[in-house]
């Protein structure tokens, strides 16, 4: 079964530093991988979704890469801002769409 | 204005009693799915349904039930067989394309369930 994970747990960072997030995964055989922005009793937001045969995608500040014969994505977040406080998710796409979740990190970003 | 709605935003249930999360898109979606968010943890897949009148089962369907009669509606029941409900409800959904390709899943704002 796919396992997700998502180091670190927690971070905090001051106001305008460049930083990454990680995500592993077990089963290399995905169709795709999906960061999402997850705020305090809220919904979850799609950031970027990378297709298993993509290495990177841009929005904005982010950039997150895939390696999927590793394992491994990261979410880059250029000039960091209070705003971007919120816990980050990354799901791999298992099958018939079912999406496999990390457990999060939480991001707090400090003025 | 498209998007996917959960009603309540809050709800609580005594102990025994079922109870039934709605979920709505207009986003003219084939496929919807039922996660369940705990603290400390990941999100688990309750249900899914790819098609009208079709469901499945995800990975912790036991004390749940679902239908779906229409495609824009995707309603699930907490049972009292389900004996830990509290929880984070969040329903999503997503296009279904031909050929294995996957499409990017929206979620709803959620509904936060207590057992009183």
Sequence with gaps: KQEVTQIPAALSVPEGENLVLNCSFTDSAIYNLQWFRQDPGKGLTSLLLIQSSQREQTSGRLNASLDKSSGRSTLYIAASQPGDSATYLCAVNGWANNLFFGTGTRLTVIP | ?116
């Design chain 2, 1 to 116: 204005d498209g998007g996917i709605t959960q009603s309540p935003k809050y709800l609580f249930r005594k102990e025994g009693q079922n109870v039934t999360l709605s979920c709505e898109q207009n986003l003219n979606h084939d496929a919807m799915y039922w996660y369940r968010q705990d603290p400390g943890q990941g999100l688990r897949l309750i249900y899914y349904s790819q098609i009208v009148n079709d469901f499945q089962k995800g990975d912790i369907a036991e004390g749940y039930s679902v239908s779906r009669e229409k495609k824009e509606s995707f309603p699930l029941t907490v049972t009292s067989a389900q004996k830990n409900p509290t929880a984070f409800y969040l329903c999503a959904s997503s296009v279904i394309a031909g050929g294995g390709s996957y499409n990017e899943q929206f979620f709803g704002p959620g509904t936060r369930l207590t057992v009183l």
